[in-house]
């Protein structure tokens, strides 16, 4: 199978997975404003990075992709919510998500909050209740996630990305723990969680975990040039939002060729540690092209 054939397979198994664990029921229907909030954003497109991860690291380990259902959907849910608190007015206060309307703006602030926070108990509901995955294999998925999510992982790093913008004295050794947290948790967690699918040991999950947190760490350089170079039409959103926010980035640090740089041989460490797979091709060829996006 061509790669974008694979791609595009793996993006329409998270879709249609993500409509069947959110949809409208006889039982919801007091929730119904709620649920439409929650699928506003949901749908609203995006690159759909983490569950392609979670099915591409599945397969390519031998495993079954029925096991990687709901861990592929639940990391887009807690994906999602992280999009929607993200662009609160408390918050990024950006008033475009995707090219179209935030979801406070859509649906008012208060609805945002609570489809964000809807978004992000639903996927430990759903992989609890999954009938594919077995009790041990929740459990480790289950964990994994929450500390992914949590104070040590993407909450925290915001926390840190919000305090770094009354500060002078970023660093480079600040930004890559910060990155790792806010943007490298939840990649690690995609990869990590497609391994516990397909039953790998703890090696091949620890070279997982370290392809993922420099791809994350690639990915989010790649998001600060951007911010500078492309356009609100290719991204869906404000760019220069950064300056504006007075956040230091690899670009403020470095200016916009030498943050490429980086960010290139940051890919080229995690295209090393792929050559310990067998069957990688997908992901090597998904790891460059994330390099080379512009959007």
Not at 18 to 42: E, F, R, T
Not at 90 to 113: N, V
């Amino acid at each position: 199978m061509e790669f974008k054939e694979k791609l595009d397979s793996y993006i329409s198994l998270a879709e249609d997975s993500l409509k069947v664990y959110n949809a409208h029921s006889d039982n919801n229907k007091p929730q119904s404003g709620l649920i439409d909030a929650m699928n506003y954003s949901l749908e609203a497109g995006g690159k759909r990075v983490r569950p392609v991860l979670v099915y591409s690291f599945c397969e390519m380990l031998g495993g079954d992709l029925r096991k990687a259902k709901a861990p592929a959907a639940a990391i887009e849910m807690i994906h999602t919510f992280s999009l929607i608190h993200d662009d609160l007015p408390a918050m990024d206060d950006d008033d475009f998500r995707r090219g179209r309307p935030s979801c406070h703006k859509a649906y008012g602030e208060a609805m945002a909050i609570l489809a964000g926070d809807a978004l992000s108990v639903l996927p430990f509901e759903i992989i609890a209740d999954d009938n594919e995955l077995d009790a041990a294999e929740k459990v480790r998925i289950i964990s994994y996630l929450a500390k992914a999510v949590g104070r040590d992982g993407m909450i925290g790093g915001q926390v840190i990305d919000m305090e770094n913008e009354e500060r002078t004295d970023v660093d480079e050794a600040n930004l890559r723990n910060m990155y790792r947290c806010k943007t490298g948790q939840l990649i690690a967690a995609s990869c990590v969680m497609g391994c516990i699918c397909a039953g790998a040991d703890a090696d091949v999950i620890r070279t997982a975990e370290e392809y993922a947190f420099r791809l994350g760490l690639a990915f989010q350089i790649i998001d600060d040039i951007l911010d500078v170079t492309g356009t609100q039409e290719n991204l869906g959103k404000p760019v220069g939002s950064d300056e504006e926010e007075n956040k230091t980035t690899f670009v403020t640090l470095y200016g916009v060729a030498r943050a490429q740089e980086i960010a290139s041989a940051i890919t080229s460490e995690a295209m090393t540690l792929l050559e310990q797979f067998d069957n990688s091709g997908f992901l090597k060829q998904l790891t460059e092209m994330l390099l080379k996006r512009t959007k």
